[in-house]
């Protein structure tokens, strides 16, 4: 079949396509930027890519067409805490648009389960943008699931956060919630179960886990699967935004996230009925397990995507290909070169840098900085990164963003995501007389971005002078 995949570099497009692969479908991967994808030559060859934003003006002249299956995956909960809904209705007119152009016959959208009459801003949106697909032209399928729990979802990792830094937490009231989480693998048997189904044409499903339980009663399973000591004591007088507060500063989420997270956390989200699970024979993963099968895939360095590379969690707005070209006027810069023996070696720890490995040299000075970030809203040092060896174009990496991770011809550029009066790169290069470079560039904003620079001068000194003789000579 021909299948149409939306969102193919997010959290759960990363997981379907190499499913959909194995299932020797024609994919189009439809994204913003090409360069984020994240895919070997030979993934890529049995591709189609289609470019598109489907916030713009609708545009058929690079469309695919006669597309029999259409995966509808993309979602703005982090890209906004105001605006987000208008921007998914948006996204929705215009896909039914594109829909019809490419005379699409099924469309399975993953949506939430929105059972409860009240309804935060986050699960009012998911609802409207099921009525706006329901308006198309082509058979909708719904898959309205609850907390996804896998390896770099964003609610595992929030709370694998709390449980491992946090002995001792005090809660708001949402912990006592009810909720029904589902294996990321068991969302995979439901999108592909329902595919070219007709008995699911037009239709709506809640899926779920096997357990209906409270957030306090996952952070406490979570604990004791993996022999942590956990104490939670419940209070009533943090409100959302102190939770949102309390969340964005003990995890790696962003504000942004955190808030309308905690907008639904105060939902019970529970499914109603379980007739997809008997239609496809699915026999659900238990929670604790799905805990153990996440494990499974960190401790083998096997964690397929995570939620904190989306580009929404950072400062980049646009495509990356937007930020790769360095500017030379107007910047100021802190360069070194080193000669090196082992280019192989320097370039596996250039690949290695950051996350728990850390930045070769003033780890605690990162960490203060990271700190300092967080407290002014940026994201801090805690999202780390996906792989502790491998890096794709568009990886977050602790506060910075991977613009180009080209090992072949043996170059790192970064773009800093950090608050800064200004805009930062950092680039690692070896070139063919096997120097290794590293070339701090900053473009100040005004008069108080030059005075940011100067006075970070004697720190600079310090870390980039440590740094690259630690990577050149670190084995």
Known sequence: MKILLTGANGYVGRRLLPELLSQGHEIICAVRDKMRLGLDDELLSLLTIWEVDFLEEVNFDTCPKEIDIAYFLIHSMSSSTAVFDKMEATTAHNFNRYAEFMNIKQVIYLSGIVNDPKLSKHMLSRNNVEKILYSGKPNLTVLKAGIIVGSGSSSFEIIRDLCEKLPIMITPKWVLTKTQPIAIRDVMKYLIGVQNREDCYNQSFDIGGPNVITYKQMMQLYAKTRGIKLAIFTVPIMTPKLSSYWLYFVTSTSYKLALNLVDSMKVEVVCNDNRLQRMLNVKPISYVDAIKLAFQKIEQNLVVSSWKDSLASGRIKSKLTNYIQIPKFGCLKDSKKIKILNSKQVLDNIWSIGGEKGWYYGNWMWQLRGFVDKLFGGVGLRRGRTSPTHLDNGDSLDFWRVILADKKNKRLLLYAEMRVPGEAWLEFRIDE?????????????????????????????FIFNGMIKRIANSK
Do not use: E, K
């Open 433 to 461: 007389n096997n120097y290794l470079h590293q070339i701090a560039t900053f473009r100040p904003t005004g008069l108080f971005g030059r005075l940011y620079w100067y006075s970070m001068i004697p720190f600079h000194f």
